[in-house]
């Protein structure tokens, strides 16, 4: 089935950008969204891509795309302690718009 | 717009006891789905429903789970009986429609501890 992958962990300091990496395996994804999710609470959209775009900005948001090799970038500019978070990775997969999430990556930022 | 509302919160049982879940969807969202997320890992699709009818329940362990959603608005997920492994918390998402565009708006959702 499909699969989405990303590292555990990212610690930055206070002011630094952030880049968390995610790899899938579903080729036919339509759309990739990264989440965030902070202690106790549900998940908020960040934002989105769709699958024929390889860069998207959204104020201090980038995020990059290379179908190619299956990989999703999520970019935070000046990374603030109120940005530490569990961000997810998903994938839409092909039509049915049914989530396929990563296992998340725990962003510390460090003051 | 209000967000979706999910109840309760926190639920703590013996193992082989009964729970269920309640979510009330963003008003108009035509989709609802059940996600169980197991600590340290990403949500799993449980159930998926358009309006009043399931389009995928190919996850839910049907053995003890079961999902409904009655007249197309809210929806409750029972678990009976309660297995150790199934302390998660369990959220709710709706969406507009169908389409990838749309923003899948997340419930606080339901702690759930088996003791």
């Known amino acids: 089935g499909e699969d989405v992958e990303q590292s555990l962990f990212l610690s930055v300091r206070e002011g630094d950008s952030s880049v968390i990496n995610c790899t899938y395996t579903d080729s036919s994804s339509t759309y990739l969204y990264w989440y965030k999710q902070e202690p106790g609470a549900g998940l908020q959209l960040l934002t989105y891509i769709f699958s024929n775009m390889d860069m998207k900005q959204d104020q201090r948001l980038t995020v990059l795309l290379n179908k190619k090799d299956k990989h999703l970038s999520l970019r935070i500019a000046d990374t603030q302690t109120g940005d530490s978070a569990i961000y997810f990775c998903?994938?839409?997969?092909?039509?049915?718009?049914?989530?396929?999430f990563g296992k998340g990556t725990k962003l510390s930022v460090i003051p | 717009e209000a967000g979706v509302a999910q109840s309760p919160r926190y639920k703590i049982i013996e193992k082989r006891q009964s729970v269920a879940f309640w979510c009330n969807p963003i008003s108009g969202h035509a989709t609802l789905y059940w996600y169980q997320q197991i600590l340290g890992q990403g949500p799993k699709l449980l159930i998926q429903f358009q309006n009043n009818g399931v389009v995928d329940d190919s996850q839910l362990p049907k053995d003890r789970f079961s999902a409904e959603r009655l007249k197309g608005v809210d929806s409750t997920l029972k678990i009976q009986p309660a297995k150790l492994e199934d302390s998660a918390v369990y959220l709710c998402a709706s969406i507009r429609g169908a389409t990838g565009g749309d923003t899948q708006y997340f419930g606080p959702g339901t702690r759930l501890t088996v003791l």
């Open positions: 998903a994938d839409s997969g092909a039509g049915s718009y049914q989530l396929t």
